[in-house]
T-cell receptor, first 111, second 114 residues
């Protein structure tokens, strides 16, 4: 069974630029999550989708972050404009039940 | 709001010994608690889930306990091996959140020396 795919793996941008991350969850997993993991911290949930609907986006900085999950499968997370403090690993996860399956993450560096 | 504390940032043990990692929480008792393993440059990998009505759960060399009175979970790795070296994350159900919504601790970095 293929795991959660994410791209790109690494991205370096300057502050105020925009960036987008892509996630393809495990086939059949209705729930998809985006997390932000800052170095030395645990993952922090940004947004949770159930199929193509948003279930929880309470910790998503909506002035600069947006996410969508068209057709209930793939998802994209966008940051516009980026700030220095957005430097982190962005993890995508999917689940069928309570256990979550994570992708390898995208390491974003904002300079 | 819920706070999670994992006993230490780093734990060093000798191969063959039992590693014990601690996860304490401060507020409500969650309906379930999960443990994940994370290797450098990779996403977390699910290990075990334990529910509030379960005292203990085992999987091969892994054992998790859940004490809702102490507000604590212990994660044990018996007969530890260098390959067990990784960061271990504790995650709690986010009470009031949607199903599957988790709050993660900072993790404990385990190093097993040969």
């Amino acid at each position: 069974e293929a795991g959660v795919a994410q791209s790109p793996r690494y991205k370096i941008i300057e502050k105020r630029q925009s960036v987008a991350f892509w996630c393809n969850p495990i086939s059949g997993h209705a729930t998809l999550y985006w997390y932000q993991q800052i170095l030395g911290q645990g993952p922090k949930l940004l947004i949770q989708f159930q199929n193509n609907g948003v279930v929880d986006d309470s910790q998503l900085p909506k002035d600069r972050f947006s996410a969508e999950r068209l057709k209930g499968v793939d998802s994209t997370l966008k940051i516009q404009p980026a700030k220095l403090e957005d430097s982190a690993v962005y993890l995508c996860a999917s689940s069928l039940d309570l256990e979550q399956y994570f992708g390898p993450g995208t390491r974003l560096t904002v300079t | 709001s819920q706070k999670i504390e994992q006993n230490s940032e780093a734990l060093n043990i000798q191969e063959g010994k039992t590693a014990t990692l601690t996860c304490n929480y401060t507020n409500y008792s969650p309906a379930y608690l999960q443990w994940y393993r994370q290797d450098p440059g990779r996403g977390p990998v699910f290990l075990l889930l334990i529910r509030e009505n379960e005292k203990e759960k085992r999987k091969e060399r892994l054992k998790v306990t859940f004490d809702t009175t102490l507000k604590q979970s212990l994660f044990h790795i018996t007969a530890s091996q260098p390959a067990d070296s990784a960061t271990y994350l504790c995650a709690l159900e986010n009470y009031g959140g949607s199903q599957g919504n988790l709050i993660f601790g900072k993790g404990t970095k385990l190093s097993v020396k040969p």
